[in-house]
């Protein structure tokens, strides 16, 4: 191994830390240091690994993100469980008539820092509160908590992105407020831990993503709203 490949493996994983997780990161230094000083010795290492596991997981890493009127950028990491033609859910106040709505599933070793999917302004935010069902479940949809973000792009054209809380989830934190002017990649929130986030395209638009694919938030094109392209099928290899 190279040394810029190991300089690469390493900054890989020493990315930055958001900031919702210092304190998260400091209460399992606490209890570990206590366990240790306590003499527990099995439970200080399994402090440890959780420790290490909790800055992992608040991990924020820099995105370079394809900037062209019409794409629309995958807004979280994870797998893309499911694209498919519903009727947005009322609190998006978007029509109520069945468009295309790609998921992307987060599971708890994810980024969790979510991204605008698009150039856009905030015309809406929502919360709604409810259960904590397994965010891969199509259920989650309606019956979880949820925070959703009405965006809106220059020419008119509108989109959803609905954070959904998942079986761990118990926090969905926004950076932004309604309003408030998105860039494409721009950070807009988070949540805490596991989860799943749902993008309602305008009608018509199709999906360049498959299902199965792993998505990089910031990165990953999921639509081109200017394209006619027709629908992307995909296969594993």
Known sequence: MTKMSVISSVSSVLVPIHREGYRFIAIFAAVTLVLFWLHIGPLAWIGVILTLWCAYFFRDPERVTPLRDGLVISPADGRVSAIEDVIPPPELDLPREPVTRISVFMNVFDVHVNRSPLDAAITRIAYVPGLFVNADLDKASLDNERQALTLERANGQRIGVVQIAGLVARRIVKFVGDGD??????????????????????????????????????????????SIEPERSGRSS
Do not use: N, W
């Open 181 to 226: 002017h998105l860039a494409a990649g721009q950070r807009f929130g988070l949540i805490r831990f596991g989860s799943r986030v749902d993008v309602y395209l305008p009608k018509g638009a199709k999906a360049m993503a498959c299902i199965g694919q792993r998505a990089v938030a910031g990165e990953t094109v999921l639509a081109d709203l200017d």
